[in-house]
């Protein structure tokens, strides 16, 4: 399919579409190595505050196509017991753009659980987190760029805003780890247009570290992140990356009926963690493949293993 096809079923596809959706779901390298974009529970989890920027997709084929851009901040207060964090995520596809602005804060229940984790692993033994975001999302739908004058749904663009509660918790052990979320649970019951039909996501969130004694400088970490959305087949992200003491790390995955990723990352500095994402469409996919990036800065001793 060349380009030009490609706008064209981009534009018809969004252009039918007039229920919007919330934010894509992320690329893996984002929701693993900053998971406070889906689960605002994460936040104050990291050893110190630690902010992240991502994007994907600014440098795809052809205009239309899927790009996402994130900044978010987070980190803990009393003892660590609590966290607060913020965000913004923008994401664009054909004639949508969506925009949100959320903040976030969480509670923590910490268990005392014994380990033989290497230090650098970042996370305490056992805690159960609670966490609640209030936001605002901003949506525009320029219909009338499409070009359909005989059909008066194409007439008007739509300009909204809704305002967006979600809720999530998360149970974090040194060996694993298990998340639920969802971004919005009060759907488009406050949306100032009444043309916006919003059909918020469910994401289950659950992953493994394997460390072996043998092997203390390396640890494998499969995980996999599910999503349910109203009218939508369950999507599923599995995924693994293997990581040397902090200094860089590996990863692929497939994404169900949609593509394959891979990634790779390092760490500069003590405090900078730097990770690149390939994801290569489906073969029936429009979309074309995806370049990405993940940008992390956490403050004091940062990523640093001694």
């Known amino acids: 399919m060349n380009i030009t096809k490609k706008i064209i079923a981009l534009a018809i596809l969004i252009g039918f579409t007039i229920c919007l959706n919330a934010q894509q779901t992320p690329m893996f390298s984002e929701y693993n190595y900053n998971p406070f974009l889906i689960n605002s529970a994460y936040a104050g989890l990291t050893r110190n505050t630690e902010f992240s920027m991502s994007n994907a997709g600014f440098f795809n084929q052809f205009e239309g196509s899927p790009r996402s851009f994130s900044f978010s901040g987070h ?14 995520i923008r994401d664009e596809i054909g004639v949508t753009t969506s925009t949100s602005f959320f903040a976030a804060y969480s509670y923590k229940i910490f268990f005392d659980f014994k380990s033989n984790r290497p230090y650098w692993q970042l996370y305490d033994a056992g805690v159960l987190s609670f966490g609640i975001t209030a936001g605002l999302q901003q949506y525009q739908n320029n219909l009338t760029e499409l070009g359909i004058i005989t059909d008066p749904k194409f007439a008007q663009d739509i300009n909204t805003s809704i305002p967006t509660v979600g809720l999530s918790f998360l149970f974090n052990h040194a060996s694993f780890y298990v998340g639920f979320s969802t971004p919005n649970v009060i759907g488009d019951a406050l949306a100032s247009n009444d043309r916006l039909i919003l059909k918020s996501p469910f994401y289950g969130y659950l992953g493994y570290r394997i460390y072996s004694n043998r092997f203390r400088d390396l640890m494998i970490k499969p995980n996999l ?25 590996i990863g692929t995955g497939y994404r169900t009926s949609n593509s394959i990723n891979f990634l790779a990352g390092f760490y500069l500095f003590n405090n900078i963690r730097a990770i690149y994402n390939y994801n290569i469409a489906n073969k029936n996919s429009p979309l074309g493949n995806t370049h990405g990036f993940i940008l992390s800065l956490q403050l004091g001793d940062g990523y640093q293993t001694n």
């Open 225 to 249: 992140l599910l999503k349910h959305e109203e009218g939508s087949p369950l999507q599923a992200d599995i995924n693994v990356a293997v990581s040397f003491k902090n200094k860089f790390e």
């Open 75 to 88: 980190g803990a207060l009393s003892n660590n017991k609590m966290g607060l964090g913020a965000g913004i």
